[in-house]
């Protein structure tokens, strides 16, 4: 998150620059009002700097976002754990049709696998899936160094 800043008295005082309310946008010199932080109780969303002209943000969304993504985390760990290799990244073939799907596990070994874009869009992208959710059987999985350069993770080959 962004956040602006104000002069707080023109520009021969740049060196004492001010943040304004995340909320809106006022300075607090320029309009007398007092800052306060606001902090997400879930700790999701982040901190709020607001003037005390704007009322407190509403959290109540923050503490199911936080608590889903947990659930998440602990089921990609559980996968991990248990020698899976989970969805990393995928990138659609050009004029096939297909998506190359990248794959990775506990050790940060990838491999590399192509399903149609039907199968791929098939999964949420939200939640930990394996090859196995795709249909992919392990024979069908390549090394992923195969195609070095071409996830934003991998080194470009030197070759």
Same mark, same amino acid.
């Given at each position: 998150?962004g956040h602006s800043v104000c002069l707080g008295g023109g520009s021969e005082v740049f060196h004492s620059k001010t943040r304004t309310c995340d909320a809106c946008d006022t300075c607090p010199r320029e309009s007398g009002r007092r800052m306060r932080w606001d902090r997400?109780? !879930? ?27 947990? +659930? ?12 899976? *290799? ?10 096939? $049709? ?9 050790? $940060? ?6 399903? +149609?874009?039907?199968? *791929? /869009? ?11 959710? *795709? $249909? ?9 160094? /195969?195609?070095?350069?071409? !996830? ?8």
């Open positions: 998150m997400c109780p !879930a700790g999701w969303c982040g901190d709020f700097k607001l003037c005390s002209g704007c009322p407190p943000l509403d959290h109540a969304a923050c503490a199911e976002a936080a608590s889903r993504r947990q +659930t998440v985390a602990a089921t990609e760990a559980a996968l991990l754990d248990a020698g899976e *290799y989970i969805r990393r990244s995928a990138v659609s073939i050009d004029g096939t $049709g297909e998506v190359r799907v990248w794959f990775r596990n506990r050790d $940060g070994v990838d491999l590399v696998a192509e399903v +149609t874009k039907a199968t *791929y /869009r098939a999964q949420p992208l939200g939640e930990p899936k394996t090859p196995a959710d *795709y $249909g992919i059987e392990p024979d069908e999985l390549i090394p992923a160094e /195969r195609f070095a350069g071409m !996830a934003p993770w991998m080194p470009r080959s030197r070759a």
